[in-house]
């Protein structure tokens, strides 16, 4: 078995991976399968801060990551294509991920996919990974980082329409930055889902999870909501602006799929992952009736522009979901794996 070592160091001015390739052939690729993905035993605060840390970059403009192409095979499913580079990371690489939303009538998930880490200096791909644990934990963790910036800090309910794996990574992330948040109201379209959510965050946490019979119960009188069904190029959306709270901060992770058009003109601030994705996905007929950008996630953190400003602003953040969250956490679980021992190695040659 090969291993790059000593990649630091030039030869002649030839890096001394590419000629440790010549010499010895292609290195071997390590495989993680979801189960070794989760064993690598990185924590939610952990992902917090790669999360958090990765948005400065891009704030500070030093990341590369293009819009996510895409196919949509049928209905409201979709497989995209998520590249990013962060060069301070060393991490390269691309998510291939799908999401159908009739999958549980198969017993299948709703999000399904793979990850590919390269090596930046050579290209080789270094590592192959699953790539559901990673989605779901840095989706809570992005709606984390914008709830430190824009929900007010004294936040202590919570409503969750969606109590899938969404619903219960953003709860655990919220946790972590919302130090005041007790109460949660659920709600969900399938009465056996909001039974077991309910039961398990309420075991997990210990927070006062009550389940709510309708959209309306899950919004009024929240501090912080967060949206987490399945995303819907021509929705039916339920939430009125009168339903939410002055003060309160929305996290949108399904689009527009829950908000009419006038909730969203009535934010005081609409902020968003990334404003070229968004713009792209308009152009794909997505998102047809949104207010105009006030700044991105990245522009915040990197303090280029202003967070929550005073208690009583409405705020929103439309995230989308960015290929640079995957790269930040898989390149730390590749290394930490290798470190640990965990994985398969696969011959490329």
Not at 53 to 59: L, N
Not at 62 to 80: L, T
Not at 188 to 193: C, F, L, M, P, Y
Not at 306 to 328: H, P, Q, V
Request: hydrophobic residues 40%; glycine residues 8%; contains cysteine.
């Amino acid at each position: 078995m090969w291993h790059p070592i000593n990649l630091n160091k030039d030869y002649l001015g030839i890096p001394a991976i590419c000629i440790l390739v010549v010499i010895m052939g292609l290195p071997e690729l390590l495989y993680l399968s979801r189960r070794d993905v989760e064993d690598v035993g990185l924590t939610m605060k952990e992902i917090i801060d790669a999360v958090e840390d990765v948005f400065r970059e891009k704030g500070l403009g030093r990341v590369e990551m293009p819009p996510k192409p895409g196919i949509h095979p049928k209905g409201d499913a979709f497989i995209h294509a998520m590249p990013a580079y962060i060069p301070r990371l060393k991490s390269a690489g691309i998510k291939w991920v799908s999401g159908y939303p009739e999958n549980y009538k198969l017993g299948l998930p709703y999000i399904t996919g793979l990850l590919i880490l390269n090596d930046p200096e050579t290209g080789v791909p270094l590592c192959v990974m699953d790539c559901t644990w990673i989605t779901a934990m840095r989706t809570g963790a992005a709606t984390a980082v914008a709830a430190k910036y824009l929900a007010r800090r004294d936040s202590e309910t919570m409503g969750i329409l969606g109590c899938g794996v969404q619903g219960r990574s953003n709860l655990e992330a919220l946790l972590i930055v919302l130090k005041d948040l007790r109460n949660v109201k659920a709600y969900d379209i399938n009465r056996e889902n909001l039974r077991r959510y309910v039961d398990e965050m309420t075991r997990k946490h210990g927070v006062n999870v009550i389940p709510v019979d309708s959209p309306r119960e899950a919004v009024e009188d929240c501090d912080v909501v967060v949206t987490a069904g399945p995303i819907r190029k021509n929705p039916n959306p339920v939430i009125e602006a009168s339903w939410f709270s002055d003060g309160g901060f929305a996290c949108a992770l399904d689009f527009d799929s829950y908000w009419k058009p006038e909730t969203m003109h009535s934010m005081d601030k609409f902020c968003t992952d990334d404003v070229e994705q968004l713009m792209y996905y308009r152009s794909e007929g997505y998102f047809q009736d949104i207010p105009e950008v006030y700044a991105d996630l990245g522009e915040i953190i990197a303090g280029r522009k202003k967070g929550r400003e005073s208690d009583g602003e409405c705020i929103m953040a439309m995230n989308l979901g960015l290929a640079i969250e995957d790269m930040a956490v898989a390149i730390r679980i590749y290394e930490t794996a290798k470190k640990k021992g965990i994985g398969t190695w696969l011959p490329l040659d």
